[in-house]
Nanobody, 125 residues
Framework: QVQLVESGGGLVQAGGSMRLSCAGS????????MGWFRQAPGKEREFVAA????????YSQDSVKGRFTISRDSAKNTVYLQMNSLKPEDTAVYYC??????????????????WGQGTQVTVSS
């Protein structure tokens, strides 16, 4: 099993920046891809970004590309999400995810993913 713990959420004004972290523990040697999803109230959980063990990166097509940057420290089993130029519509619970297959790069939900508990990001206008 893999356990994921997010940190770094909170309240920020529109136009500001925030960095989320997600640390993995347990059977981390099995992790292939790590990434982030988010879920706003009343909406479905949506893909934000992912990074594979080999460094392949994928971002959500429209909503975050150019503003968010995903990175990974494999030695620390940690993935980061640097969020710049934040907008009120970025307000959501952000969930860290990890897989052993690389499917996470496709951006679709999958029952095989490991999930963190989520961290709230609130962007005020």
């Amino acid at each position: 099993q893999v356990q994921l713990v997010e940190s770094g959420g909170g309240l920020v004004q529109a136009g500001g920046s925030m960095r989320l972290s997600c640390a993995g523990s347990g059977r981390t040697f099995s992790i292939n891809t790590m990434g982030w999803f988010r879920q706003a109230p009343g909406k479905e959980r949506e893909f934000v970004a992912a990074i594979s063990r080999s460094g392949i990166i994928r971002y959500s097509q429209d909503s975050v590309k150019g503003r968010f940057t995903i990175s990974r420290d494999s030695a620390k089993n940690t993935v980061y999400l640097q969020m710049n130029s934040l907008k009120p519509e970025d307000t959501a619970v952000y969930y860290c995810a990890a897989d052993t297959s690389g499917k996470l790069l496709g951006g679709r939900l999958n029952p095989d993913y490991y999930w963190g508990q989520g961290t709230q990001v609130t962007v005020s206008s």
